[in-house]
């Protein structure tokens, strides 16, 4: 299982890159492989707020629905619109091109619950 | 473990045991990774090794190779053992010729359906039945529960209650490792290429018997020197596919020997989920879902009639299917719809809406098949003509959806604003 460098992760499994006020996020490789063949992604809209943890996307596929939490609190800024045409790109590239959005970060002090690479690693040993 | 709900009904609950790998788990480990196996009917099984579209499009092109070993195979043998199957199965049996096969169901006193099953004859008085993994469990504690005299035969009085227990018939699985001899575990070889590949294993005149095999009938021949029952059956709609029942331990040889020969002419490894898409797209039922299940779906609505035999002498569950072939009003349909990027694929549950948008049925089985989804429904037979469009809901697929308004069921009747357009296509497809 994949774990990359450099990113914040959630319990839940999301991942969080952060540069300057802005949070970009995914779902990690264990989710993907979790979950199977992504066949459709319900991305939230541009311009709305959230509060952490709190479901702003669904991911399907050929097993199951997920929902994705918000993991951190702030606007969406941005969407990764090739999903609606790719949504397989969250199997083959959920660091990279399968992103799912970007967000404005409200409240830093939110990242703090976040884990590092080495936690998450820990935590997934757990699971 | 057994209790009784309505008059009749054989009410069986399987304490979950501990999962067995299939015997062909390494290979599966070495062709798809741990990741990619999942628990399915008590057995680790693979649910894909490249992808379920790859696989797919492999056994409508070329052929895939499906580990069935899961699936339960037993023998029933002795003197009696025709007669007890024509009983115990609604189609008939004792007419079938030696290399032949035939599908049918087993019943309770109820009607409600405990499997579906193909029956083998392999000689006068021996039978190879086989048995869906789920319920293998459950199948063989009923058939003892019959030959015990403990489970119920019919709802009224009927001369097969006393005579049933007496028949001679004796039920052994064929998997057992410790049966001495002739041991049969299954794997399908489906698709075009399917003989193109056998031929390269089998000589030459067992390799013409098998490419002139009629549907439904079984040969045994060598295959890679193995010893192999081969049947012109399958579960993905393939014209052309067969069935290999073959020592369990030389399971994996035989697996390897036939992917390493269809190599070349594009045979993959098909796991559980091309296994499923495969079926929907031709419109097979699985049980639990398109028979059986929370709908008790009875063979007659699933499009299988002429599988139940009404006019034998008896067969259990006989006079249930009798009422149930009068009057049924729901059917299982096969219907297409769209799958361009970026629809939403409809699921299990999801409501079918007739053109007022009331709902008139629900999705039972739905998956991607190429560039279409295609679901089998349940469906009022008064709106299931081919040709027909219908609308689907999406059900919440999630907590947030259902926070949102989105309806988490629908009854029959409600009225919904369907979300993707779709229309009754034909009950079966064959390739």
């Known amino acids: ?127 | 473990m057994q209790g009784s709900a309505s008059p009749g009904q054989f009410v069986f609950e399987e304490r979950v045991s501990e999962l067995a790998p299939s015997v062909l788990y390494d290979e599966h480990v070495k062709l798809a990774g741990k990741s990619h196996i999942a628990a399915f009917a008590g057995y680790l099984m693979p649910l894909w090794y490249s992808s379920i579209a790859e696989e797919h499009r492999a056994v409508r092109q070329s052929a895939g190779l499906f580990d069935c070993t899961h699936m339960g195979v037993l023998e029933v043998s002795g003197p009696d053992a025709g007669l007890f199957l024509e009983v115990v199965g609604t189609n008939k049996v004792q007419d079938l010729k030696l290399g032949r096969a035939r599908y049918g169901y087993i019943l309770d006193a109820a009607g409600t359906v405990l499997d579906d099953i193909i029956v083998y004859r392999r000689g006068q008085t021996r039978f190879m039945v086989v048995v869906n993994a789920a319920n293998e469990t459950k199948i063989r504690f009923y058939l003892r529960h019959l030959q015990e005299g403990r489970a119920v035969v019919d709802t009224k009085s009927s001369p097969w209650t006393a005579k049933l227990p007496k028949l001679n018939a004796s039920i052994q699985d064929m998997r057992d490792p410790n049966r001495s001899t002739d041991r049969r575990a299954d794997l399908a070889l489906q698709g075009p290429a399917c003989f193109d590949t056998l031929g390269k294993l089998a000589d030459g005149a067992a390799a013409s018997r098998i490419s002139e095999l009629k549907s439904f009938a079984f040969v045994e021949e060598k295959v890679g020197g193995i010893d192999c029952l081969i049947c012109r059956t399958g579960y993905t709609g393939s014209n052309v596919g067969v069935e290999l029942f073959v020592d369990p331990q030389e399971a994996p040889r035989l697996w390897n020997l036939i992917l390493e020969a269809g190599k070349p002419l594009g045979v993959l490894p098909c796991g559980l989920g091309s296994r499923d898409s495969l079926r929907i797209e031709a419109g097979l039922p699985l049980y639990g879902h398109e028979l059986g299940g929370k709908f008790r779906i009875s063979p007659f609505e699933a499009g299988y009639g002429w599988a139940v035999k009404l006019d034998k002498e008896f067969f259990i569950g006989q006079a249930a299917m009798r009422r149930v072939a009068e009057s049924y009003d729901m059917e299982v349909a096969r219907i297409e719809l769209s799958a361009a990027k970026g629809v939403r694929p409809i699921r299990q549950d999801d409501p079918l809406l007739d053109e007022k948008g009331e709902c008139v049925g629900w999705v039972l089985s739905a998956a991607k098949a190429e560039d279409k989804q295609v679901a089998l429904v349940y469906i009022d037979r008064k709106v299931a003509q081919e040709g027909k469009s219908l609308g689907v809901y999406y059900l919440a697929r999630s907590a947030s959806q259902a926070e949102q308004g989105r309806k988490q069921a629908a009854e029959k009747g409600q009225k919904l604003e369907a979300d993707l357009a779709g229309s009754v296509a034909s009950r079966f497809v064959k390739y």
């Open chain 1, 1 to 127: 299982m994949a774990v990359a460098q450099g990113l914040l992760y959630t319990k839940d499994h999301e991942w969080v890159g952060v540069e300057g006020d802005t949070a970009t996020m995914g779902i990690t490789d264990y989710a993907q492989e979790q979950l199977g063949e992504v066949v459709f992604v319900e991305l939230p809209k541009v311009g709305k707020e959230f509060v952490a943890h709190k479901e702003f996307a669904v991911v399907e596929s050929s097993k199951a629905a997920s929902d994705v939490f918000c993991p951190v609190a702030g606007r969406v800024t941005e969407v990764n619109t090739e999903l609606e045409t790719q949504p397989e790109l969250v199997n083959k590239d959920c660091y990279g091109e399968g992103w799912l959005c970007k967000i404005k970060i409200a409240d830093r002090a939110s990242l703090g619950s976040l884990m590092d690479a080495k936690k998450y690693e820990e935590y997934l040993k757990t699971l």
